[in-house]
Structure formats: structure tokens, C-alpha cells
Nanobody, 124 residues
């Protein structure tokens, strides 16, 4: 079966950096669009960044452009999210998601598989 396993998040100071990874198994990784989402306490889960199966198409929420970078290594079945200049408002549970389409989507309901989520806490 398909499994998405995120790396541990962690506690980081404001202005710091953190890289999340998500290892996929049970699927042909390069055929899946991938996304990162996050959910802060009391808020709905929302799109952060997405990447197509080939890696050639990438998209971000506007507020994260220039601070976050999504990438993937299809040889390793791994998705990454490099986060820098972190702010306390980036505190959330971060999820990776896979879509049975080579294009990514910004819509939660268009993803078929989800990781368990990993907590990222940014202290001020």
C-alpha cells in the first residue's frame, strides 16, 4: 500500500531554517504530483507548495515564496521542503500529500494519499 513518511519536524528559533522530507513507498513516485500542506492550531489545513511528477512545475502560496523551497528526488522517492527565515506564524503540523496525477494541485481534496504529519514549532 502507499505510504508517505515525513521526517521529524522540530523546534526552531525565528529566523532559522529547517528541512522536511517525505519518503514515499508503494507507488511510482515520478507519476505523482506532490504537495506540502500545513495546519496551525484552530485553523484549516492549507496548501504550502506543490511540485509536478517531473519536478519541472512548482508552485507556492504567495506568502512563502522566497522562504520555502519544494523539491523532489525521484530516484530516492523523496519529497523535500526547505524552510528558511522561519516565523512564529509558520508553527503548524506539516503534511506531505500525493496526487494520482503528474500535476500538483492546491486543493486538498485532489490528493489521494497523506503522510502522518510532523510538528514544526517556531519560537520567537
Amino acid at each position: 500500500q502507499v505510504q508517505l513518511v515525513e521526517s521529524e519536524g522540530g523546534l526552531v528559533q525565528a529566523g532559522g531554517s529547517l528541512r522536511l522530507s517525505c519518503v514515499a513507498s508503494g507507488l511510482t513516485f515520478s507519476r505523482f504530483g506532490m504537495g506540502w500542506f500545513r495546519q496551525a492550531p484552530g485553523k484549516e489545513r492549507g496548501f504550502v507548495a506543490g511540485i509536478s511528477g517531473s519536478g519541472r512545475s512548482i508552485g507556492y502560496v504567495e506568502s512563502m515564496k522566497g522562504r520555502f523551497a519544494i523539491s523532489r528526488d525521484n530516484a530516492k522517492n523523496t519529497l523535500y521542503l526547505q524552510m528558511s527565515s522561519l516565523k512564529p506564524e509558520d508553527t503548524a503540523v506539516y503534511y506531505c500529500a500525493a496526487r494520482r496525477d503528474t500535476n500538483y494541485s492546491t486543493r486538498i481534496y485532489e490528493y489521494n494519499y497523506w503522510g502522518q504529519g510532523t510538528q514544526v514549532t517556531v519560537s520567537s
